[in-house]
């Protein structure tokens, strides 16, 4: 039931004494890496977790001022592999493993897919960027530790991903909730019953993206299989940081790794037990590149209580979004994801949206595109007029503005390689 069972459901009084010693084994080597040394780490002294507040912060920001080796702890011949972030909010980061980093963060990702039933018989089919981003490879070497069989098929390429699926009997799949919505897309428009097409199919990995629970649901009903929601960032190895158990219930972040605090964004003081704020995390076993209280900008909560499933370490609520994602229009704070669970509780709405924002005059204005399903003619005006003035109201009601919604068929909103790109801000400065 568990890869690693005394890691895992370590006691948390021992938890947190592993946690101190890798704290100061952290900030010793840290202190060794050039944008630490000159923060002068060696002074702090650490005689409690709770410590970990004397020391400073680590932004994206910094992480782009010391590209591209001001990071680097460990003399480089130690180091054998680098990642960088997809980039989604910028230049992107770089991120360095030592051989020692590539095993921990393997085993993390053992304990992932061994936590939601993985195991060697299984056909493991990797629908994630291979390469810089770290989806592809970190599930990858997980799956293969495990003893599954791996397909690298990587993002894209729909046809092939499918007949893959099929002719291999993929059991598990890892794939980002907009392709897979895009896969269901593909699969109805071909008339495929998917529990006829992929009877072996069982699970699927949902990471790299903020989802709604109705999202998962859709995903889940549609291929007739179990979802797990999988949060990780490059700069903390990728995927493998924090992951659903079979309670599906909030993800076990693995504090035995990470030491995690949970801040209010503006004032940077911990939150109330429970309450929202920033995940702020760092490594607690990293060699090559250890990251002290680095601000994810990702917004979620923790959940003190115990899970069922006997694991110590505690679980974070599904990630709302990051704190650079809500957008401002006319003094109200909107984020993405209100627009997609409004969306998602609406009859025939489609899979995919997308949301647009304009300077129109001095004003701001926002467009939300939105496909229709199929069970709606894209002649059928009449119905189509109606659709669309339920989901202005039902937004307004979300978000305190009218935006202006436009239909599109089904497949009408191109789909990314990667991560999807749910707003387009075309907003003059
Ligand atoms: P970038 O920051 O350039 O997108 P990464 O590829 O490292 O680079 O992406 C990590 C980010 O992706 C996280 O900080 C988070 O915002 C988002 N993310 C990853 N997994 C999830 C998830 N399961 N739910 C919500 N957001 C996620
Ligand atoms: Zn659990």
């Known amino acids: 039931m568990y890869w690693e069972r005394d890691s895992e459901t370590m006691p948390r009084d021992r938890l947190e004494e592993l946690q101190l010693t890798r704290l100061r084994e952290t900030i010793e080597r ?198 797990f929601n999988s949060y990780g960032l490059s700069e903390m190895n990728g995927p493998g940081v924090a992951f659903e158990c079979p309670e599906k219930n909030g993800m076990h972040i693995w504090e035995d790794a990470f030491l995690v605090e949970i801040l209010d964004p503006d004032t940077l003081k911990p939150v109330g037990t429970g309450e929202h704020g920033e995940l702020v995390i760092t490594t607690l076993s990293r060699e090559a590149m250890p990251i002290l209280r680095y601000r994810t900008k990702d917004l979620t909560s923790i959940i003190e209580d115990p899970c069922p499933c006997g694991r110590s370490h505690r679980k974070i609520v599904r990630i709302t979004g990051r704190s650079d994602d809500m957008m401002i229009l006319k003094g109200v704070n909107i984020f993405p994801m209100q627009i997609e669970a409004v969306l998602n509780g609406m009859k025939h709405v489609g899979r995919n949206y997308q949301i647009i924002l304009e300077s129109r005059g001095h004003n701001d204005h926002m467009i939300v595109k939105v496909e229709v399903d199929s069970s709606l003619s894209i002649e059928d005006y009449k119905a189509l007029e109606s659709l669309r003035a339920n989901i202005v109201r039902e937004l307004r009601d979300e978000i305190l503005i009218s935006p202006e919604v436009v239909l599109c068929e089904p497949g009408g909103i191109p789909v990314a390689q990667g991560k999807a790109v749910r707003v387009l801000d075309n907003r003059s400065i």
């Open 30 to 227: 840290a202190s060794k890496a050039p944008f630490y040394e000159k923060a002068g780490l060696r002074d702090y002294s650490i005689s409690s977790v709770s410590d970990i507040t004397k020391l400073p912060f680590t932004t994206k920001q910094d992480l782009r001022d010391a590209y591209p080796y001001g990071m680097i702890s460990v003399p480089l011949e130690e180091v054998v592999r680098l990642h960088s972030s997809s980039g989604t909010t910028g230049i992107p980061t770089v991120v360095y493993h030592s051989r020692g980093d590539i095993q921990r963060w393997t085993e993390l990702v053992c304990r992932c897919l061994f936590m939601i039933g993985v195991r060697k018989h299984d056909v493991f089919q990797n629908m994630i960027g291979y390469g810089l981003f770290t989806g592809g490879l970190g599930l990858h070497y997980g799956a293969e530790r495990l003893g599954c069989l791996t397909i690298p098929t990587g993002p894209g390429n729909t046809k092939r991903q499918l007949k893959f699926m099929k002719d291999f009997k993929a059991t598990v799949i890892h794939v980002i909730p907009s392709y897979a919505l895009h896969l269901a897309d593909t699969l109805e428009s071909m008339g495929i019953v998917p529990k006829d097409e992929f009877p072996n199919l069982r699970s699927a990995i949902l990471g790299a993206e903020p989802h709604t629970e109705e999202t998962r649901e859709k995903i889940e009903n549609f291929f007739g299989i179990q979802a």
